[in-house]
């Protein structure tokens, strides 16, 4: 049994900072690919950053120069550190992440239960 466990979210005025934190646990070979999505109010779930297994990241366009993604691979833990938050960034942020469980030869979809982060004006 594969889970995800995410932390870190809160209420936080605007230009605050915010650190989320997903941990995988479980029978876990391998994590590829981990990633955090947000869905706000009346929107679709987006993609907010992902990272390899090797460290290459991406972002989205709002979040560049505010967010960084970052993982413990020997703790299969990702992060994402949110700076300089805005009240656009209220959402329910969601852990992703790509992973072999023991048992399977290829890596399925994880999703934890999701952060609630409110940013206030």
């Known amino acids: 049994q594969v889970q995800l466990v995410e932390s870190g979210g809160g209420l936080v005025q605007a230009g605050g900072s915010l650190r989320l934190s997903c941990v995988a646990s479980?029978?876990?070979?391998?994590?590829?690919?981990m990633a955090w999505y947000r869905q706000g109010s009346g929107n679709q779930r987006e993609l907010v950053a992902s990272?390899?297994?090797?460290?290459?990241?991406s972002y989205i366009d709002s979040g560049k120069g505010r967010f960084t993604i970052s993982r413990d691979n020997a703790k299969n833990t990702v992060y994402l550190q949110a700076n300089s938050l805005k009240p656009d960034d209220t959402a329910v942020y969601y852990c992703?992440?790509?992973?072999?469980?023991?048992?399977?030869?290829?890596?399925?979809?994880?999703w934890g239960q999701g952060t609630q982060v409110t940013v206030s004006s």
């Open positions: 992703n992440a790509d992973i072999m469980p023991r048992g399977l030869l290829f890596t399925k979809s994880y």
């Open positions: 479980g029978s876990i070979v391998k994590i590829n690919n």
């Open positions: 990272i390899t297994r090797e460290g290459r990241t």
